[in-house]
């Protein structure tokens, strides 16, 4: 279970998180929306500790994030797989090495037979070919850079799953692809999945419980049908631009 | 008057504040990498992969500059001392020059601009394209995958380099000092042995050493601290090369200093 209590965070002058609330229970999958620029992936950096909180608690099963020490936070990030907006993966190794950099059982790590085998099984579950394992990240399209990360991510079989803009810069039909992959993922692994997006469309199809971020604050939570009808204003407004788009009701 | 003078005291004020952030952060990011060497696992093909590149690759460039400097000095003091000094002095200068000082500073400087630069823009892009922050959020170490390899690499190849320069600067001034003057074999050997102490060549790699910490850590350092995309791994480089730059001659006088006693 991930608790998020009065989370403060400011860049300079520039307040991003401004006492955030946020819960996720486990096994469910939860879309934290919100306009471009207010925060979002920065609360989800708080989560697995690439970001200290100026105030507030960030507990993930109990454990205080960031009190933790460096070696307890190599070992608790080792249960959550994150996938970063562009893919980062990294551009000097192959597939099959970044998936491998994902296993982390270090036995199993050196274990080159359950490697190939563990870099075959990851990419089927992100719908690759095992032969894309040979192929640098350059030689990937958008769309199967983004599989990549994910397929990274799960190597070392995690319990939670921190998606950062998983659908940002494809087109609908792949961000369509990617939607499907995180639902089919959180049910065939039992993995609690937060999925930070913009996109309203593929939040509302994937997502168990939605919230969104504005000016710091989470100013709601709750089931899709709970926000279709919400009267909150803010949560009117950002819903209503993409009720406006035809592909929603699509 | 008054504003212009609060004006300057805020620009020194974050200034000294900036630097001593900047000192700060790097003695935590030096601990960092020193941790990080307990994973010899981790770091030791790396480190091969990188001296490999770093020698290989800078090998040429090296041996080109150091042949030229050695040239020139062998040519500039048969020029100032033709008819005043007798010629075997040629070697001793010549010998002096390459190995107390142009061996060393000419390529940490080189050093500097090929593999600072190098080291600067590719950690500034992996940080910039979230690869540093991927890497730990897999519950692995920058230090022990990113920097321990690239500073060990460093470490031994940039003396290893230097070692060359000295050698290669020698002979091209032995070479060119004799096209040119009449200065025998016997000579040269002859100055170059009068005022050799095997100190020399130990001062010359321990300064070889001490720049090439210099050159490598600030680069790691400064690629890791890359911000604000493609402009930001520009500055990176470029700080990188301006501030190793510096240091090496600012270590140069520190330790010429303390190494020589004088």
């Known amino acids: 279970m991930i608790q998020l209590r009065g989370v403060k965070k400011r860049f300079g002058s520039q307040i ?109 579950l992100v719908n690759l070919q095992p032969d894309v394992a040979l192929k640098y990240p350059a030689e990937l399209s958008g769309g ?76 709601m939570q709750g089931t899709p049908q709970e926000f279709l009808v919400s009267q909150h204003p803010q949560v009117k407004e950002f819903l209503e631009r993409d009720f406006d788009n035809p592909s929603f009701a699509a | 008057m008054a504003t212009r003078t609060l004006a300057i005291e805020r620009v020194i004020g974050n200034w000294v504040l900036d630097a001593a952030s900047n000192v700060g952060r790097l003695t935590y990011f030096t601990l960092d990498a020193i941790r990080g060497l307990a994973e010899v696992k981790i770091w030791w093909p790396r480190m091969l992969a990188e001296a490999w590149n770093i020698g290989v690759g800078s090998l040429f460039i090296v041996a080109l500059i150091s042949s030229f400097a050695g040239a020139v000095t062998a040519l500039q003091t048969g020029y100032q001392f033709t008819g005043s000094l ?19 500073v000419l390529t940490a400087l080189i050093l500097a601009g090929r593999i600072g630069a190098r080291y600067a823009a590719e950690l500034g892009t992996m940080r910039v394209t979230e690869q540093i922050d991927a890497l730990e959020s897999l519950g692995r170490s920058p230090a022990s995958h990113l920097v321990v390899p690239r500073v060990l690499a460093g470490l031994i190849m940039i003396p290893a380099l230097t070692i060359i320069a000295n050698l290669t600067g020698i002979l091209a001034g032995w070479l060119s000092v004799k096209l040119v003057l009449p200065v025998t074999d016997a000579d040269f050997t002859y100055g170059a042995q009068s005022y050799w102490r095997p100190w020399d060549a130990w001062y010359s790699v321990i300064k070889s050493f001490f720049f090439a910490g210099s050159i490598t850590l600030i680069s790691c350092y400064m690629g890791f601290s890359t911000q604000q995309g493609a402009e930001g791994v520009g500055k990176s480089t470029t700080g990188a090369v301006v501030t190793s730059s510096v240091l090496i001659l600012l270590l140069d006088t520190v330790l010429t200093r303390l190494l020589l006693n004088q």
């Open chain 1, 16 to 124: 991003v998180l401004d006492g955030v609330d946020f819960d996720v229970q486990e096994g469910e999958t939860v879309a934290l929306m919100g306009p471009s620029g207010t925060g979002k992936s920065v609360l989800l950096k708080h989560v697995i500790g690439l970001i200290k909180p100026d105030a507030g608690t960030i507990l993930v099963d109990e454990r205080d994030v960031s009190h933790l020490k460096r070696r307890e936070l190599a070992e608790f990030r080792s249960h959550i797989g994150y996938v970063f907006q562009n893919g980062a993966l990294f551009d000097s190794m192959d597939v099959s090495e970044n998936i491998r950099l994902g296993i982390s059982d270090e036995d199993r790590y050196n274990d080159l037979t359950y490697v190939r085998d563990r870099v075959k099984q990851c990419l089927a």
């Open chain 1, 144 to 219: 199967m850079r983004k599989r990549v990360g994910i397929a990274r991510a799960i190597a070392g079989q995690p319990k939670y799953l921190l998606y950062d803009e998983p659908t940002s810069g494809l087109d609908p039909v792949n961000a369509d692809i990617i939607d499907s992959l995180v639902q089919r993922l959180a049910a065939e692994l039992g993995v609690t999945s937060v999925m930070v997006t913009h996109d309203v469309r593929g939040a509302f199809r994937v997502a168990h419980r939605l919230a969104l971020l504005t000016s710091g604050k989470i100013v």
């Open chain 2, 86 to 104: 007798p010629y075997y002095i040629v070697g001793t200068l010549v010998v002096s020059s390459i190995v107390l000082e142009l061996g060393p």
